[in-house]
């Protein structure tokens, strides 16, 4: 398996309640159900109120790199990415687990 984890940080003067990051959101909420490669998928607001937190995470599992690539590349995810890039950065780690 491979763990997909993307860690968010909203652009400064971004806030949660802005449009574009609701939609962001619920794009990614919905891109949980759209992929079928997907075989865990989480997702959520930070809670930590330490400085170096990022605002939202995204915790994905795959069977394997073929899956995590078709992942990548659908199209739901696509959207959702161009979505995110207008108001946040982020950070990747994947990697193999049992």
Do not use: C
Not at 36 to 42: I, K, N, R, T
Not at 68 to 90: I, K, N, R, S
């Amino acid at each position: 398996m491979i763990r997909h984890l993307v860690l968010f940080k909203l652009n400064e003067g971004v806030e949660r309640d802005d449009p574009r990051v609701v939609a962001g959101v619920r794009a990614f909420e919905e891109l949980g159900g759209l992929v079928p490669e997907l075989a865990s998928w989480e997702l959520g607001w930070n809670i930590s109120p330490r400085p170096i937190a990022y605002d939202f995470a995204l915790n994905a599992s795959v069977a394997d790199a073929g899956a995590l690539t078709a992942y990548l590349e659908h199209p739901a995810h696509q959207a959702g990415v161009a979505q995110w890039h207008e108001f946040a950065t982020w950070v990747i780690a994947d990697y193999v687990f049992e």
